[in-house]
């Protein structure tokens, strides 16, 4: 269940997370994942409950610390993490949008609050 939360929805990606808690599980317990290793796993990945990664995070991080949580557009986020506009559009967007942490208008990206809440709850604000 861990796993799957994590995977985003994208099967490929939770065939990948699967292979990593195996691998995980082999070198660190007794070869059986467990959802406690299933955890441990993810943390030593970076990967949280909601299946964001440090880039994820950041990005997060970045529009609601820097910019009030937004409206900003992705130039200028981009700007601040050094990173492509066009990297962060089809790269980290995607799941963000899916998952309800960000909304996108015609004046830029918002934070949403449940983005927000995530992000204080793991320390991150």
Request: aromatic residues 4%.
């Amino acid at each position: 269940m861990v796993l799957s939360q994590a995977s985003r929805g994208t099967p490929r990606v939770a065939n990948s997370l699967l292979f990593q808690a195996r691998d995980y599980a082999l070198v660190e317990g007794t070869g059986t994942v467990t959802e406690g290793m299933a955890r441990a796993c993810l943390q030593s990945m970076g990967i949280d409950c909601l299946g964001l990664n440090a880039a994820d995070r950041h990005y997060l991080q970045v529009i609601l610390r820097d910019y009030s949580g937004g409206p900003v557009g992705v130039n200028a986020v981009a700007s601040s993490l050094g990173e492509r506009a066009n990297n962060l559009e089809e790269n980290v967007e995607p799941y963000l949008l899916r998952a309800g942490l960000l909304v996108r208008d015609r004046q830029g990206r918002v934070a949403t609050e449940r983005a927000e809440t995530h992000l204080i709850d793991l320390g991150l604000l």
